[in-house]
C-alpha cells in the first residue's frame, strides 16, 4: 500500500497527485450534479414559481353569550367551490366551525 502514498512511475510524485485532485473534483462534481438534479425534481413547483397568498381572508364571527366548547358540542364543515380542479386551477375551500351548546347562565 505504499504506492498510495508514494506513487512510482516516470513521472514525478507531484504529476500523479494533481492527477488524483482532478479525478477527485470530477467525481464531486458528478456527484453534486446528480444530487441537484433528483432533488430539483423531487419537489413539486407551483405554476406562479412560488406559493401566493390566500385571496380571501378568514371570517371570525363569536356569538353573543357565553358558551362552552368543547369536542363533542363543535361540528366542522368543509365544502369546496368545485368538485374538480383543472391543473391550472387553485381550488378554494371553506371551514364552517359551530358551537352546538346550550349559551351557560350567568
Known amino acids: 500500500m505504499s504506492y498510495v502514498m508514494h506513487p512510482v512511475g516516470p ?3 507531484r504529476v500523479y497527485w494533481i ?17 441537484a438534479l433528483f ?8 405554476p ?7 385571496k ?6 363569536s356569538p353573543a ?9 363543535l361540528h ?6 368545485a368538485q374538480t380542479y383543472a391543473a391550472s386551477q387553485t381550488p378554494s375551500f371553506t371551514l364552517t366551525a359551530t358551537n352546538t351548546s346550550k349559551p351557560r347562565a350567568r
Open 56 to 61: 380571501t381572508s378568514p371570517t371570525v364571527t
Open 48 to 54: 406562479a414559481g412560488s406559493l401566493s397568498a390566500p
Open 39 to 46: 432533488t430539483q425534481g423531487a419537489t413539486p413547483a407551483s
Open 19 to 35: 492527477r488524483r485532485l482532478i479525478v477527485t473534483a470530477v467525481v464531486i462534481g458528478l456527484v453534486a450534479l446528480v444530487w
Open 11 to 13: 513521472e514525478g510524485a
Open 76 to 81: 366542522v364543515t368543509l365544502s369546496a367551490s
Open 65 to 73: 353569550g357565553n358558551s362552552a366548547c368543547t369536542g363533542a358540542s
